[in-house]
């Protein structure tokens, strides 16, 4: 069926054959071509006020820039929250009015408002509280917003209880009685959609005669940025805000980014898996071990020394994080094999060790959900004493759901999420009750994944095919990353020509076709793992291989290289 669609497409919309392989690969239909391939906004761009709340969120908004209000803007620690403080923090200050940003300090505060930090900006003269990418289950924090007078609108994307709390406003497409079907959006997505809605009432009331409006447009780099690193699936608007927000980006106007890019020795024009592996993490170095409030202040920066100074101290800091989590790494993954050796089934690792640093433990989830295929939670020790921890998890397992029901039923003293991440803190005596409770509610959920883990190739390549005119084909079906995943091509009986470890536990090798065309392949973090071992054993023989294309721009030509996901030998 796939096969005679994508003859479909190629006949019908003249794309390349391997392009309409890739399209009919991932559902596209023949007449949805046009749209998928160049995904436009003023096309996908939904009425904000599908989003329950969003009117009256708007309404207070605009209040607060009329009047001239501070606005406290409230935001978590990661690049999604920075981005969303950042999003909302330019509105307002194109607008004339007053705010105030506040980053929790991971560690000290831990995740979502608190009263402490409340009350501080009341005392400093907020009129107004809105946090972003947090909140949706801040239930006394907010309860003290308003013992202080002080009015809040929450602007989130985590999943949400029955219960909510008692605010103006709560915009959250996965609130449950929210029917609007944008519950693929990360929190920058809301507000964005908040803030055409604000523009709009604003625009209604006058506000705007006679002064320019801020583009909003101009902001979707942003919003791109938060929805790449947030790892949310790129479907619909998702794919028409990152691919708008890339080519805002590479205009470099904004300081802040235009510095990290530098910092993080990005000469050409970003593409979507920079923002994931090269900007993401340095913005998130902030909230990890830092100061969680330079990314904000990065990316709403408009002088360029300090955008320098700051995007030089996020680059270090992020070397910093990479040694802390090395150790922690090796470590989670020791505890997880004697676990497994006693349980090789076990649907869920939970690691964890007082020694790590808890602005680490997400990373050293996500490395043990890549090397063991099942969810993973890594929990260190806070300053109460209670573990906290991330959990990261494999698709159809949802992992803030279980954690949720997890606080519901006493386990946990908090926690949430969404379905491929989530974070909780627990009492260390329940730690054995919890590792059972998760274990046994997502076993289920882990058992259906494993049945249908299996590595799904769009098509097969030579080396001599995979060449930059190729490649730009394949790219016109991107962004690609969660949900949307690159595409995969198998390699058949190429000769390893070369094979070595290279770098921080990279391995590579060159694979030779039959007409003599090098292709060069690289494998991260694959030494010492069964995927390594296989390519430097495979050197001067022959070897199926099998992963997705990449430009490598090295010394001012263009090559594909590929990266390496699976090896397997030839038969006979």
């Known amino acids: 069926?796939?096969?005679?669609?994508?003859?479909?497409?190629?006949?019908?919309?003249?794309?390349?054959?391997?392009?309409?392989?890739?399209?009919?690969?991932?559902?596209?239909?023949?007449?949805?071509?046009?749209?998928?391939?160049?995904?436009?906004?003023?096309?996908?761009?939904?009425?904000?006020?599908?989003?329950?709340?969003?009117?009256?969120?708007?309404?207070?908004?605009?209040?607060?820039?009329?009047?001239?209000?501070?606005?406290?803007?409230?935001?978590?620690?990661?690049?999604?929250?920075?981005?969303?403080?950042?999003?909302?923090?330019?509105?307002?200050?194109?607008?004339?009015?007053?705010?105030?940003?506040h980053i929790p300090d991971r560690i000290i505060e831990g995740y979502g408002p608190n009263t402490e930090a409340i009350r501080a900006l009341a005392e400093r003269g907020a009129k107004l509280l809105v946090t972003v990418d947090c909140g949706t289950m801040s239930h006394e924090p907010l309860a003290e917003a308003a013992r202080l007078q002080l009015d809040a609108v929450v602007l989130d994307h985590h999943q949400a209880p029955e219960a909510l709390p008692a605010v103006v406003a709560i915009v959250n497409p996965n609130r449950q009685d929210d029917l609007s079907g944008l519950g693929h959006l990360c929190a920058a997505g809301v507000v964005f959609l908040t803030l055409v809605a604000l523009n709009r009432e604003l625009r209604v009331r006058g506000f705007w005669t006679g002064r320019a409006e801020p583009d909003l447009l101009a902001s979707l780099d942003l919003v791109a940025l938060a929805t790449v690193a947030d790892v949310v699936p790129l479907h619909g608007l998702n794919r028409a805000f990152v691919r708008q927000g890339l080519t805002i980006m590479r205009s470099r106007r904004r300081l802040g980014l235009a510095a990290l890019f530098d910092a993080a020795g990005l000469a050409q024009p970003p593409e979507c898996w920079h923002l994931?592996?090269?900007?993401?993490?340095?913005?998130?170095?902030?909230?990890?071990?830092?100061?969680?409030?330079?990314?904000?202040?990065?990316?709403?920066?408009?002088?360029?020394?300090?955008?320098?100074?700051?995007?030089?101290?996020?680059?270090?800091?992020?070397?910093?994080?990479?040694?802390?989590?090395?150790?922690?790494?090796?470590?989670a993954e020791a505890q997880a094999l004697r676990m497994l050796d006693g349980a090789p089934e076990a649907p869920v690792i939970v690691a964890a060790s007082p020694d790590w640093h808890p602005g680490i433990v997400g990373?050293?989830?996500?490395?043990?959900?890549?090397?063991?295929?099942?969810?993973?939670?890594?929990?260190?020790?806070?300053?109460?004493?209670?573990?906290?921890?991330?959990?990261?998890?494999?698709?159809?397992?949802?992992i803030g759901r279980a954690v949720r029901a997890a606080v519901e039923a006493g386990i946990a003293l908090k926690g949430g999420g969404h379905a491929m991440a989530a974070g909780v803190t627990l009492a260390p005596a329940d730690l054995p009750r919890f590792r059972d409770f998760v274990a046994a509610r997502l076993a289920d959920a882990v058992a259906q994944a494993w049945l249908g883990d299996a590595l799904l190739i769009d098509a097969t390549l030579t080396a001599g095919g995979a060449n930059p005119g190729l490649f730009a084909a394949i790219e016109r079906a991107g962004p690609f990353g969660a949900g949307q995943p690159e595409p995969t091509f198998a390699f058949a009986d190429h000769r390893v020509v070369d094979a070595r470890e290279v770098g921080n536990g990279h391995v590579r090798m060159r694979l030779k076709s039959g007409d003599g065309t090098i292709l060069n392949a690289v494998a991260f973090r694959a030494a010492g793992q069964p995927l390594g071992r296989a390519m430097l054993a495979a050197l001067g023989g022959t070897l199926h291989a099998a992963g997705t294309l990449c430009l490598d721009r090295w010394g001012g030509g263009e090559r594909v290289e590929l990266r390496v996901c699976d090896v397997a030998a030839p038969s006979g």
């Not at 099942?374 to 300053?383: D, E, V, W, Y």
């Open 1 to 101: 069926m796939a096969a005679t669609i994508a003859t479909a497409i190629a006949q019908g919309h003249g794309v390349p054959d391997v392009l309409a392989r890739v399209l009919a690969g991932r559902g596209v239909a023949v007449h949805e071509v046009p749209g998928f391939l160049a995904p436009k906004l003023r096309d996908l761009l939904p009425d904000p006020h599908q989003l329950r709340g969003m009117q009256d969120a708007a309404a207070r908004l605009a209040d607060a820039v009329l009047a001239g209000e501070i606005v406290a803007i409230f935001g978590d620690y990661d690049v999604d929250g920075a981005c969303s403080a950042a999003l909302l923090a330019e509105y307002l200050r194109a607008a004339g009015t007053p705010y105030l940003i």
């Open 363 to 398: 990373l050293v989830a996500a490395r043990l959900k890549e090397r063991f295929h099942r969810p993973a939670f890594a929990l260190a020790t806070n300053g109460d004493g209670n573990l906290v921890g991330s959990a990261r998890s494999v698709a159809g397992a949802d």
């Open 276 to 331: 994931g592996f090269l900007v993401g993490p340095r913005i998130n170095a902030g909230g990890r071990i830092g100061d969680a409030a330079l990314g904000s202040r990065l990316l709403l920066s408009n002088d360029a020394m300090e955008a320098n100074r700051i995007a030089a101290e996020l680059d270090r800091l992020n070397r910093e994080r990479q040694e802390i989590e090395k150790t922690a790494v090796a470590e």
